[in-house]
């Protein structure tokens, strides 16, 4: 039985005579279209529970802590996020691609000796990035006791985090796509909200910003257990007694494209948030960081979508079928605008109504940094798939060096801004920056591809 991709299920007539029957057809069917089916819902359906768990931590800690405590914990967030970037250096995606081709070309040498230096490398970088952050937050002058605390609970976090992040990527490498997501997407923040329920509404503690990331790092670890559980059940037998055979050069290179991609991708995303931390106060970040949470969600479907299509995407361009490749683009493309219009239309309209009801009064004022993302993130969505399309489609180097342009710009612009304008002029910057990259990037595909992914151009 053949594969399914997402121009199918528009295309088929029995699919527009009952699209509904249809699609839960797939889902019951045996072989490969109907694992398929059954893993892009299952993806769709972990990436949503993942953005609603995140946006109730965000709303309950925003409430305990107020601005200025949630403040700290959002920059410490940001930093250890990007500290574990550089520890993993790309390892996981470079992990996803090798075991599943190692296991097809039936190389477990290769695949042994690959995950033992990873796991050596990434251990090493964690040990330095652990002596390091911590020495510095101890030994610098002018940083409170409380923010230490908190940076150093962070790190612990990160450390469980990292480990995770490989376990689940040899998850994916073999073909555990959604057991590879349930630790990350599923177990950690729902651990982590209900620790801090629990924490504030059974064991009635006074939270400071150290330990909501008390919390994270036990949900981190809850995580990490869950993945090591899963990862021995389904490795090959000649995997485990294989011996290690390694080729470095290789995949040192891989792994550098890798990290450049997801390190300016990051980069992008927490420059705000970071350079607010040391440009202003902790009570503006912890406002930004409310309303950069809550732009998310305009872009959610995209994110939930991108999973989906990926393959589908990559299978239409290898057989050279363009009229069905640029359809299921913009299938994909419309869809997240669909979606995202009413949100936006909600905040623009209603922001300091739901800030009122969610949050307390004092985050009223992140509604004009709220509603200048949303409409970025809107922007985001209207374009559809740009970035995940070149990638699928052998263009990755035009990503990489239009996030390089992007990141910078974001940099700049939030230099700039912050100073002037604090939390206001930083979300100009990343809306600024965010339509830049997708201006850019839509233009790559017209070049490349010879078509607009967005439905508003032909």
Not at 58 to 67: C, K, N, Q
Not at 374 to 399: C, K, P, W, Y
Request: aromatic content about 10%.
């Amino acid at each position: 039985m053949g594969d399914v991709d997402a121009a199918d299920l528009y295309e088929s007539p029995r699919a527009k005579r009952n699209a509904v029957s249809f699609i839960l057809s797939l889902t019951r069917e045996r072989g490969t279209r109907g694992s398929l089916v059954r893993g892009s819902f299952g993806s769709f359906a972990l990436l949503v529970s993942r953005n609603v768990l995140q946006f109730g931590v965000s709303v309950l800690l925003a409430r305990i802590l107020e601005p200025s405590g949630y403040g700290k914990y959002a920059f410490a967030m940001s930093l250890v996020s990007i500290i574990g970037l550089g520890v993993l250096f790309g390892l996981p995606g470079l992990i996803t691609r090798e075991v599943a081709a190692g296991e097809a070309r039936e190389d477990c040498a290769a695949v042994s000796g690959l995950l033992r230096r990873a796991y050596q490398l990434v251990l090493l970088a964690l040990l330095i990035a652990l002596s390091v952050g911590i020495a510095a937050v101890w030994v610098w002058p002018g940083i409170t006791t409380g923010f230490r605390r908190t940076f150093s609970f962070a790190l612990l976090f990160m450390a469980f985090n990292v480990f995770s992040q490989l376990r689940a990527a040899e998850l994916q490498g073999l073909r555990r796509v959604l057991i590879g997501q349930v630790g990350l997407l599923g177990v950690q923040p729902g651990a982590i909200l209900l620790g801090v329920a629990g924490a504030v509404f059974g064991f009635r503690w006074a939270f400071t910003p150290d330990r909501p990331f008390a919390i994270a790092a036990g949900a981190a670890l809850v995580a990490l257990i869950f993945h090591i559980g899963w990862v021995p059940p389904f490795l090959p037998a000649a995997l485990a007694r294989a011996r290690h055979r390694y080729h470095t050069r290789p995949g040192w290179r891989s792994a550098c494209r890798f990290a450049a991609m997801t390190g300016l991708a990051l980069i992008t995303a927490q420059t705000d948030i970071v350079m607010l931390g040391f440009m202003t106060k902790s009570s503006e970040v912890g406002l930004y960081r409310v309303a950069a949470t809550g732009a998310i969600l305009v872009a959610m479907v995209l994110t939930a979508i991108n999973p989906v299509i990926g393959p589908t995407l990559a299978r239409l361009y290898a057989l050279q079928d363009h009229a069905r490749l640029k359809q299921t683009a913009r299938i994909g493309a419309l869809v997240t605008a669909l979606c995202a219009a009413p949100l936006v239309l909600v905040y623009i309209f209603a922001c300091k109504s739901i800030f009122g009801l969610a949050f307390v009064h004092a985050y009223v004022a992140a509604w004009l940094p709220l509603v200048i993302l949303s409409v970025g993130q809107f922007i985001n969505a209207s374009v559809g798939s740009v970035g995940l399309l070149l990638n699928m489609t052998g263009h990755e180097r035009d990503t990489v060096w239009v996030l390089g342009g992007t990141a910078l710009l974001n940099i700049v612009l939030n230099a700039v801004l912050i100073p002037y304008f604090g939390m206001t002029g930083a979300a100009v910057s990343t809306a600024i920056s965010m339509a830049t990259w997708n201006l850019m990037m839509t233009l790559r595909v017209k070049r490349r591809l010879g078509f607009f992914v967005t439905p508003f151009f032909r």
